[in-house]
């Protein structure tokens, strides 16, 4: 079977392929809320849609969302074995999620959040990018295998129902479904596909992932707003008292100062910060695009960003409700996040912050309500990256396929590791703006199709490799 048989297949398909995008995005299916996520829709949906793949398809209960798990052995056919030796045939386990996020405010989409409407040789609509059309790329690509040679390889197909709300049960099903699951249990690697490609719009390899812990800061005062002229220098301000306490935390610089928290990651490599290194990365153009004349870190070496942690402040609030009156607060309030990197745990880096708390400004409250996510990096020299690297490539003639060591945002690559006991590498296939998350999402119709062929030729990749790819030598010292 030849890569072209792939291409010739999904351009025959292209209609029917956006059709089934475009009834996957209508069934909605929002983890945050629970809408649409009753067995009936977006879980019987995404197991329908597996089987309409050839896969074996089950629903797997958790203590949340489902997963929707399905199962496909190698195709005869397909030769996938090396020197005839069945055992050399690999399984893959394909990751994705079928929830969304809440659609927001529906004035400020261009088109109905959950209908597909197609304009620029995009398709726009909640899930489109993020990570319906990603996911069902990879679905395609089974069905395109299947049909022009044969599966050469087994897969697994995990589709989660709650990585929009941090995925709180995917750890702990994937290592029971693991003992219980030959085809699981023999599994060589996973592979993923959710955020965007590289901001130049090349074919991209992602190692890994920044991992999230989210909270709020509250500092109390007095039990109601008091009057800033009769009590001023007498009340205590929380506003002031929070001000002074997240001035604790992080440098002018942009450095973290909590004890604890950035003693903890791992070293950059040699290899990594080649990596990074190697990325286009048009610093002026960035800025530019994003209305900024200045950078957060300007003397960081800023191609290496994502791989160091981050202090985000995402938003500071007195709870006035805009009246901006001459009080002092009774109360304020900052909502943060903390990146963090490979060797960083959530518990840990949580600790150091209340720790850092109670020590500044002991009557302050950290309170976390929301999930949280580790980070997680494999080496660029674990075997399987040439493999999938020479695979995009060879989806992708004449484009330079760019590897990077992480992405900036969060997955949850780290529980699919652990849960799994196995690498995970990142293929996404989506535009760099493709606004997950925000109005108008969106996904190019070409990266769709294109995908769909991208994800054929990794698989075949890793079949032609085996279960045993032959290491990546040690570059020379």
């Known amino acids: 079977m030849q890569l072209q048989d792939v291409r010739d297949y999904v351009q025959a398909h292209r209609a029917a392929h956006q059709r089934e995008l475009a009834d996957w995005i209508a069934v909605g299916g929002v983890s945050a809320t629970g809408e649409a996520m009753p067995a009936a829709t977006a879980t019987e949906h995404a197991r329908q849609l597996l089987e309409s793949c050839g896969l074996r398809a089950d629903v797997v209960p958790t203590d949340g969302h489902p997963l929707v798990v399905g199962h496909r052995r190698a195709d005869v056919a397909a030769g996938g074995t090396r ?17 969304v996020q809440p659609a927001g405010p529906a004035h400020a989409w261009s088109s109905p959040p959950f209908t597909a409407t197609v304009r620029d040789g995009r398709v726009f609509g909640r899930g489109t990018g993020d990570n319906k059309g990603q996911h069902l790329a990879q679905l395609l690509a089974i069905r395109a295998l299947a049909a022009t040679g044969g599966l050469p390889c087994n897969v697994v197909m995990v589709l989660d129902g709650e990585e929009e709300i941090g995925s709180p049960h995917l750890q702990q099903t994937l290592a029971r479904l693991r003992r219980e699951d030959d085809l699981l249990a023999g599994a060589d690697l996973a592979v993923w596909s959710d955020g965007p490609v590289h901001e130049s719009g090349a074919p991209t390899v992602v190692l890994g992932a920044r991992g999230i812990v989210s909270f709020e800061i509250v500092v109390p005062g007095a039990n109601s707003e008091l009057h800033s002229g009769n009590w001023g220098g007498i009340a205590p301000n929380p506003a002031w008292e929070l001000v002074w306490l997240l001035a604790s935390m992080r440098a002018p610089d942009g450095s973290i100062t ?3 928290l950035v003693e903890s990651p791992a070293p950059i490599t040699q290899a990594e910060s080649a990596a990074a290194q190697g990325l286009p990365f048009d610093l002026p153009e960035l800025l530019a695009g994003a209305g900024l004349n200045r950078t957060d870190r300007p003397d960081a070496d800023l191609p290496l960003a994502a791989l160091r942690p981050t202090f985000s402040i995402n938003s500071l609030t007195c709870d006035d409700g805009g009246d901006h009156r001459t009080v002092i607060p009774s109360v304020a309030k900052a909502k943060c996040d903390i990146r963090m990197v490979a060797g960083q745990r959530a518990d840990d880096v949580l600790a150091a912050v209340r720790h850092q708390v109670a020590q500044q400004l002991p009557h302050a409250e950290v309170i976390t309500d929301r999930g949280m996510m580790q980070p997680y990096r494999v080496r660029p020299d674990a075997p399987y990256v040439a493999v999938i690297a020479d695979a995009m490539a060879a989806a992708h003639p004449g484009q330079q396929v760019l590897v990077t060591p992480t992405l900036g945002g969060s997955l949850p690559v780290a529980e699919l590791a652990a849960g799994l006991g196995l ?3 990142g293929i996404p296939l989506a535009n760099a703006d493709e606004r997950n998350h925000a109005p108008d999402e ?21 079949a032609a490799a085996g279960s045993a790819p032959a290491p990546v030598p040690e570059p020379a010292k």
Do not use: K, S
Not at 447 to 456: N, Q, S
């Open 442 to 462: 969106n996904l190019e119709l070409h990266r769709f199709h294109d995908g769909i062929v991208a994800c054929a030729a990794v698989l075949r990749g890793i």
């Open 83 to 99: 020197a005839g030796d069945p055992a050399a045939v690999p399984t893959v386990v394909v990751y994705g999620h079928y929830d």
């Open 258 to 260: 909590v004890p604890g």
């Open 423 to 425: 690498d995970c590498y």
